[in-house]
């Protein structure tokens, strides 16, 4: 069983849609959960950082852990046509610690 | 904004040949280093942990005598892709760490010919 598991869609949504990017995990140590988002032959891009359990919002984007169902999430809303990237969940049990990255989801926002 | 410097951005080499790819900490010393490789629709996987002043900690499957780290400075962390071969072709990044784990250089794309 991987350690993260996500979708990889693609995922097509047109401009203005509430998106909705999930990862599921199996290792229950994990306690740093972050999204980033990746272009084409770039490196990724950090777009939230969470510490255990809860909601952050931040602007646009929402990301959202529960622990105990081993679940997180990420929202976009009111997507845009430069929101279309690859996002990838990844997670650490500490700081200092290596990720484990999902697979990444493509995400295209049709204007 | 970014935290580490990486290059080459890309980089085509003939097989057999060696490539060099730098992670520079750009305001801040980097005790260590982790060395990612991602292949086209996969995640990032971690290669090996550079320490500086100590040798590097690889993955299992990773080839040490291949993929040569060497983190002399406390600002300089090097990744050799020794004697390349088209299987290596693959996207290279780096990221610091204690604390700075969630930043990434901005990878190199490898591709061997």
């Known amino acids: 069983q991987k350690e993260v598991e996500q979708d990889p869609g693609p995922l097509s949504v047109p401009e203005g849609a509430i998106v909705s990017l999930n990862c599921t995990y199996s290792?229950?140590?994990?306690?740093?959960f972050m999204w980033y988002r990746q272009y084409s032959r770039k490196g990724p891009e950090l777009l939230m950082y969470t510490y255990s359990s809860g909601n952050k919002e931040d602007g646009r984007f929402t990301a959202q852990v529960d622990k105990s169902s081993k679940y997180i999430s990420l929202f976009i809303r009111d997507s845009q046509p430069s929101d279309s990237a690859t996002y990838l969940c990844?997670?650490?049990?500490?700081?200092?610690?290596?990720?484990?990255f999902g697979t990444g989801t493509s995400l295209t926002v049709i204007p | 904004g970014a935290v580490v410097s990486q290059h080459p951005s890309w980089v085509i080499c003939k097989s057999g040949t060696s490539v060099k790819i730098e992670c520079r900490s750009l305001?801040?010393?980097?005790?260590?280093m982790f060395w990612y490789r991602q292949f086209p629709k996969q995640s990032l996987m971690l290669m090996a942990t550079s320490n500086e002043g100590s040798k590097a900690t690889y993955e299992q499957g990773v080839e040490k005598d291949k993929f040569l780290i060497n983190h002399a400075s406390l600002t300089l962390s090097t990744l050799t892709v020794t004697s390349a071969h088209p299987e290596d072709s693959s996207f290279y990044i780096c990221s610091p760490g204690p604390g700075r784990e969630a930043f990434f250089g901005q990878g190199t794309r490898l591709t061997v010919v």
């Open positions: 990844a997670m650490s049990v500490n700081t200092g610690n290596q990720f484990y």
């Open positions: 290792n229950s140590a994990f306690q740093y």
């Open positions: 305001d801040f010393q980097a005790t260590t």
